[in-house]
């Protein structure tokens, strides 16, 4: 081989042993450092609950309005959907009939009146004369049942007065109470009774106090029952928008039901609602959110620190090492984007909540304190909420 070409070979394999050499240098340069994480000091504190649920707005009174009287159906007196206080003329039934019923039933208690004043005189007269043997006992006892019947006669002719006027009375159909109207079920003209298919005329539902009817989670309701048994005045419902902002002011909490329903599994929880200013409808779905409940001395961390791998739950705990490790723990209530922990963590350790998702287990991490953000209530709580599952590669082994 010619002394250029061997000279020229040596020079090529000389800087392709140089390169590697540089490489490999650089390999050892650029090794990958610990991930930086947020790592949350846990303590135990009290956990306000963020609760948040549907809500369906009922009137405190709803009430049927219906005819007492049958007859011809002469006018309506009111506009449908408008407010109208107690006693209000709603309708106006046909009132002629009633009007010569409780005539004829006057002029029958003047009759009977007049018996009565009669059958009075004849005992008056009667019993002197029987005390001095004058007449038979007989006669006595006959003026005496003749006086009593005609008190009975008169007594019924009274009420049967009354009767009559009370049905004529039941011709101007009033408001029993204020509220909001509905739309008649019956039009002027219309024939109406007392029988319960064709007596309905309307309905009205009291406006200014509101149910606010909501189901609530078996899980959560415990919780709530025993802080409205402890602080019934404490616990508030505070009807939101879509958006969070309130509506109206709060209201406390009537009733929770003292059963599971079988259907869905949640428990009904009724609160009264103050609407004097006539800004919610019944009927209406708002979302209610329940403030002042808490869980004293809860161990807490943020949804998002929580995991699952193949043997269970789990969150990576920094140890003194600066290492995460896997630690298995079972959960207890949530409240929006936090998660009471009922095992598994002890208070002063270290959970990685920001950065989970590139911890590896057993391997070292940039561990950076971080403070624990109030709950939140979301808008809309899906079930891949509550827990993350990790990648394969980052499952508990």
């Not at 090529?12 to 490489?23: K, N, R």
């Not at 490999?24 to 303590?43: F, R």
């Not at 959970?351 to 950076?368: F, I, Q, R, S, Y």
């Amino acid at each position: 081989m010619p002394l250029a070409a061997r000279t020229s070979r040596i020079a090529i394999i000389v800087v392709a042993v140089a390169m590697l050499a540089a490489c490999g240098g650089g390999n050892e340069q650029h090794q990958m450092p610990p991930p930086e994480v947020g790592a949350l000091v846990v303590q135990a504190q009290p956990l306000t609950l963020a609760l948040e649920y549907p809500a369906q707005l009922r009137g405190v009174r709803d009430v049927e309005v219906r005819a007492r009287v049958e007859g011809i159906l002469l006018e309506r007196r009111y506009e449908p959907g408008a407010a109208v206080k107690e006693g209000d003329l709603l309708f106006r039934i046909d009132p002629a009939p009633f009007r010569a019923e409780a005539a004829r039933a006057r002029a029958e208690l003047a009759v009977q009146q007049a018996q009565l004043r009669e059958a009075a005189r004849d005992r008056a007269r009667i019993e002197p004369l029987a005390e001095q043997r004058l007449v038979s006992r007989q006669d006595l006892d006959a003026a005496v049942a003749a006086h009593e019947r005609a008190e009975a006669a008169s007594a019924a002719a009274a009420a049967a007065v009354r009767t009559a006027e009370l049905d004529l009375s039941y011709t101007e159909v009033r408001a029993p109470i204020a509220g909001l109207t509905s739309r008649e079920v019956r039009s002027e003209g219309s024939l109406v009774s007392t029988d319960p298919d064709s007596s309905l005329l309307t309905q009205i539902v009291q406006g200014e106090r509101l149910y606010a009817e909501l189901s609530v989670p078996q899980n959560e309701a415990a919780t709530l029952r025993d802080a409205v048994t402890r602080n019934p005045a404490g616990v508030q419902v505070q009807l939101v928008q879509v958006n969070g902002t309130p509506i109206g002011p709060p209201g406390p909490i009537e009733f929770v039901a003292p059963s599971v329903a079988d259907q869905t599994g949640t428990v009904a929880v009724r609160a009264i609602i103050d609407n004097r200013q006539g800004t919610l409808l019944p009927g209406q779905v708002v979302r209610a959110r329940i403030q002042g409940v808490q869980v004293a001395g809860a161990i807490v961390v943020p949804r998002r620190a929580v995991m699952r791998g193949p043997q269970g739950t789990f969150v990576y705990v920094v140890d003194d090492k600066g290492m995460a490790q896997p630690r298995p723990v079972e959960l207890g209530i949530s409240s929006g984007n936090l998660v009471a922990v009922t095992s598994g963590l002890n208070a002063g350790e270290r959970a990685v909540v920001d950065g989970v998702l590139k911890v590896m287990p057993g391997a070292p991490v940039k561990a950076t304190p971080i403070q624990l953000e109030p709950a939140r209530a979301p808008m809309q709580v899906a079930a891949s909420d509550d827990e993350k599952k990790a990648p394969p590669q980052q499952q508990q082994r």
